[in-house]
């Protein structure tokens, strides 16, 4: 097991920043810690790396208390970019390769991986001043992985970058993770937890709520689905029609569409169909509205990730 964190508690003065957390995880996951900003997503992984002691609670890593042969296992990347102005790009990288002990060629070979895995090798000799936002936060995450990381730890690495360094951020991931580093990102961007995570914790107020895979945490908890079918005309004998199949909980017109929510677990899309087509309706398209964390999101807390 890499991480296992068991009740951990801070608080500053009254306010409780995280209450109470366990979590595990396994080899070459990648955990995406979801929750709004405030939900204490930082504070939980700073304990994991000792920038913040806990009030009560344990936390061991690689089976262990965090201890100085462990702190060269981890990369982190933290939320607030910190990379010298003063040393051209490549220098930042090698400044970070020396303090984690790389010498002589293979440090050399490693701060090249490094900037080609992030798309920035041929850029290097620039000052971090020239580059953009997504440059610098892409050099930061180069820093943070040329010791060749077992586990990395970025915090909201994608906030306020452009798209192009944002899928080379999300592309970094997954290859890094393919080649055997476990991950832990935190996010309040849920398509990206969506899309490279193996492990969702969603955390709001200091409270792990759920955790799973982004499946079963839909799964689990959305027990609805919508399904639209515009159609070409007899919109109202249409709804007499599939008021009472079994399943349907409810249907609302608009214009020429018609949306039907059903329980989660009665697949009842083949008998309205069926139903429509003996009548002689004519479906023009059918749109399934895919379930998101989002949505599952929103039946936990009762608002939206971005409030
Ligand atoms: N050093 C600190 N002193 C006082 N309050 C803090 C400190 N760090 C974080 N907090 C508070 O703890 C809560 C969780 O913060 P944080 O962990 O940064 O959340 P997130 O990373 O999810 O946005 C917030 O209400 C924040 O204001
Ligand atoms: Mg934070």
């Not at 180069?142 to 077992?150: M, T």
């Not at 003996?278 to 509205?289: D, G, L, P, Q, T």
Request: charged share 30%; hydrophobic share 40%; glycine share 6%.
């Amino acid at each position: 097991m890499i991480l296992d964190v068991k009740k951990i508690t801070k608080k500053y003065n009254k306010l409780v920043a995280v209450n109470d957390i366990s979590l595990q995880l396994e080899e070459n996951e990648i955990l995406g810690l979801l929750g709004p900003n405030g939900a204490g997503k930082s504070t939980f992984i700073n304990m994991i790396l000792g920038l913040t002691k806990v009030d009560s609670g344990t936390i061991e890593i690689f089976e262990k208390k965090l201890n100085r042969i462990i702190k060269k296992k981890i990369g982190y990347v933290p939320q607030d970019i910190a990379v010298c102005n003063e040393l051209n790009a490549y220098d930042n990288v090698m400044f970070f390769g020396k303090l984690y002990g790389l010498r002589g060629d293979k440090l050399k070979e490693s701060v090249k991986k490094a900037m080609e895995f992030t798309g920035l090798w041929e850029r290097r000799k620039e000052s971090p001043k020239k580059y953009s936002g997504g440059m610098k936060r892409r050099l930061n995450i180069a820093c943070a992985i040329v010791h060749e990381p077992q586990l990395l730890i970025m915090d909201e690495p994608t906030v306020g970058v452009d798209p192009q360094s944002r899928n080379n951020i999300l592309e970094t991931i997954k290859k890094l993770n393919e080649s055997g580093t476990t991950v832990i990102y935190t996010s309040h961007y849920m398509e990206e937890i969506e899309e490279i995570c193996t492990k969702v914790a969603i955390i709001d107020n200091g409270e792990l709520i759920i955790e799973g895979t982004s499946d079963s945490i839909k799964n689990e908890v959305l027990t609805e689905k919508l399904v639209r079918l515009q159609l070409e005309d007899e919109i109202e004998k249409s709804i007499e029609l599939i008021n009472d199949i079994e399943g349907v909980i409810s249907l609302s017109i608009s214009g020429d569409t018609v949306t039907i929510k059903s329980k989660k677990e009665i697949d009842n899309l083949a008998i309205i169909i069926e139903k429509l087509v003996k009548a002689n309706i004519k479906i023009i398209s059918i749109n399934i509205e895919q379930p998101t964390l989002e949505a599952a999101f929103l039946s936990l807390t009762g608002k939206t990730l971005r409030d």
